[in-house]
């Protein structure tokens, strides 16, 4: 069974665990490969510098819809991020989007530094991982301005009418903990539907942990746990679920 976690923290500094420990809890529990998400520079930073020291471990670099207003206008910050995407096992360019259900960052911020990531994702051939809550609407338009983009919706919870818009776009969806412990019959349905050529798996530690470990730090490892829980939901094995994830993760990140 091949396991993969594309999209995790576990190098950041608000991470509550020893990350050393929690990668090799992973690679013990049948998870082969991991790839660290970046939400800023600096903590881009950490996960480049994570993925380098740890085999089976690629990093993202990206400026989460949080964060937007620190970098619009500071060309200094952005063009050191942007030397980044020639760090070694740097495979995508997110996690970056729209957020309009916590709107840390005005919605115009949010937009020129989501096109500013998405150009030079193009620039530099490199899928996109991106967050996008409340916020198709502006989502969708931005997308389609630039054709052939490829890319996964972290953490997709939103409409089946959105998820059919992703996969005619041929984008990955990203399922995590939220499969196992959430009471939203259209969400339900929505991941019994997914085209298992179209799905991803993704912890998103330390956040989201799945059932049966709620009030636990989330950790790669639940990867399986994941995996077997969709499996029951759709009626397929937790092999086929694994296996076709791990095929999906390795052909949009190239690891």
Same mark, same amino acid.
């Given at each position: 069974m091949?396991?993969?976690?594309t999209h995790c923290h576990?190098?950041?500094?608000?991470?509550q665990?020893d990350? +050393?420990?929690?990668?090799?809890?992973?690679r013990?529990?049948?998870?082969?490969?991991? @790839?660290?998400?970046?939400?800023?520079l600096?903590?881009s930073k950490?996960?480049?510098d994570?993925?380098?020291?740890?085999? +089976?471990?690629?990093?993202t670099?990206?400026?989460?819809?949080h964060?937007?207003?620190k970098?619009?206008?500071?060309?200094?910050l952005?063009? &050191?991020?942007?030397?980044?995407?020639?760090?070694?096992?740097?495979?995508? @360019?997110?996690e970056?989007?729209l957020?309009y259900?916590?709107?840390?960052?005005?919605?115009?911020?949010?937009? &020129?530094? !989501?096109k500013?990531?998405?150009?030079?994702?193009?620039? +530099?051939?490199l899928?996109?991982s991106?967050?996008?809550? &409340?916020?198709?609407?502006?989502?969708?338009?931005?997308?389609?301005?630039?054709p052939?983009?490829?890319?996964?919706?972290? *953490?997709?919870?939103?409409?089946?009418?959105?998820?059919?818009?992703a @996969?005619e776009?041929?984008?990955f969806i990203?399922?995590?903990?939220i499969?196992?412990?959430?009471?939203?019959?259209?969400?339900?349905n929505?991941?019994?539907?997914i !085209?298992?050529?179209n799905?991803?798996?993704?912890?998103? *530690?330390?956040?989201?942990?799945?059932?049966?470990?709620?009030?636990?730090i989330?950790?790669?490892?639940?990867?399986?746990?994941?995996a077997?829980?969709?499996?029951?939901?759709?009626?397929?094995?937790?092999?086929?679920?694994?296996n076709?994830?791990?095929?999906?993760?390795?052909?949009l990140?190239?690891?």
């Amino acid at each position: 069974m091949n396991l993969v976690d594309t999209h995790c923290h576990i190098h950041s500094n608000d991470y509550q665990l020893d990350a +050393n420990e929690v990668y090799l809890s992973a690679r013990d529990a049948g998870v082969d490969r991991l @790839i660290c998400v970046g939400t800023d520079l600096e903590d881009s930073k950490l996960a480049v510098d994570f993925a380098a020291k740890h085999e +089976n471990v690629w990093s993202t670099i990206g400026i989460h819809p949080h964060e937007a207003d620190k970098f619009v206008g500071h060309q200094e910050l952005l063009s &050191e991020f942007s030397q980044l995407t020639s760090a070694k096992k740097v495979v995508a @360019i997110g996690e970056c989007g729209l957020d309009y259900f916590y709107n840390h960052s005005s919605e115009k911020s949010q937009k &020129e530094i !989501l096109k500013y990531q998405i150009e030079l994702a193009i620039e +530099n051939n490199l899928p996109l991982s991106f967050h996008v809550r &409340e916020a198709y609407d502006d989502f969708w338009p931005i997308l389609d301005s630039y054709p052939k983009v490829r890319g996964v919706l972290h *953490s997709f919870t939103d409409s089946q009418a959105n998820l059919s818009k992703a @996969i005619e776009r041929g984008l990955f969806i990203g399922v995590n903990g939220i499969a196992t412990f959430t009471k939203n019959e259209q969400q339900i349905n929505m991941y019994k539907q997914i !085209l298992l050529t179209n799905l991803v798996l993704e912890t998103d *530690s330390p956040y989201l942990t799945p059932v049966p470990f709620r009030g636990m730090i989330c950790e790669p490892k639940y990867i399986k746990v994941i995996a077997d829980f969709l499996a029951n939901l759709r009626g397929e094995t937790s092999e086929a679920i694994a296996n076709q994830t791990a095929i999906n993760a390795k052909s949009l990140f190239k690891i």
